[in-house]
């Protein structure tokens, strides 16, 4: 069965395309295009690039197209993204303005082009289903909630692959079952043994935090917005939401335009005036620029925060996780998270840590009573599994 895991950005296309067979899970082919200005070559040319690898012959050996899905309002889990599906999802647009739009016009394009073939999303909110209502409440008004402000958590399918594969390293195969079986059994499936607590640093463009017990996530920094939490690539992270009033009155700013500030002018870049581009405030700030420095103070101390939520929420940890473009490969970073945590049973083993830079690896010291390892982020497959599941009826 070839299921093709696309990637949508508001100018990128990404995929990846699968093969399951029975318990054999390959991945075939990947590829992308960036800076796309016409989307509906794109996917033409993506298919013209698995057929001349001779991975399809048409599209109609695809079983489905598989989609990371942000979040729609009233729509949770892994569906069929039928037009009433899209129409939940614009119905968000506003809490997911630099993600939603662009899926949802590739969507509709992938399905004006091969209408016969499924469409499936799995919703980044869908690992958090489980979350206690306490972790996901905000203290507003009983209207406001019912029009959906709470706290959603994304970056579902990274977490969800660090909660399967750092259960597997610690050799706890009961709770990388439970959470690879997390939708099917909705969280239910007993767990022998010690409670096994992870927190998974999703550090990349965008990033958060996660605490995972058994398997099962117990809340994300990001909250109602994939924009909250740490400072990310251009997106603000957590802000106290008086500031909106006080910079609109202040300094005369539009709603339309304090969302574009917010969205498009603040985080990393923001905070550094340099780039959006971690690698490059890193550069500046070993030149001298203390915007730049402050911009690294800033996100490592906001990581270092809600780490620290979540070892207080798990009552400690036995695996600390980094992945995705920063966790991975960012050792120096990784350092400076880690950096006098041993009261807390966290140490990194310096050589180890500078050593694994994309790979898998375990970086913690041998002393360190919490392992710490980096896990390269696997979404896709996560994603591929789900839409596989969906089709088969599990
Ligand atoms: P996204 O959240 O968009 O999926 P990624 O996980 O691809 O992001 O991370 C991209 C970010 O990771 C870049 O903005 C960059 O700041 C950072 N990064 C640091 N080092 C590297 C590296 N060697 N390769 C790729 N990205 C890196």
Redesign the pocket.
Known sequence: MKILVANIGSTSLKWRLYDFDGKQERMLHKGGYERVADYPKAIENCLAELQGAGMIRSESDLAAVGFKTVVAKGVAGCVRLSEPVLQAMEAFNPIAPAHNPPYITGIRLFAKRMPATPLIGLFETAFYQWAPEASTRYAVPESWREAGVRRWGFHGASHKFVAERSAELLGRHDIAHRARQLYVDAGASPVSGPPLRVISCHL????SITGIRNGIAVGNSLGLSPQSGLPH?NRVGDLDSFALPLVMRTLGLSLDEVERQLCKESGLKGLSGVS????DIQTAAAQGNSRAQLALDVFIHSTRHWIGAYLAQLNGVDALVFT???GE??PELRALICDQLDQLGIALDPAANESV??TEGSIGSTGSRTKVFVIP?NEELVVAREVRRLLEGQ
Request: proline share 0%; hydrophobic share 25%.
């Open positions: 990349g463009g965008s990033s690539n959006n581009d971690i690698r995705a473009g920063i490969n960012r830079k994309g982020a």
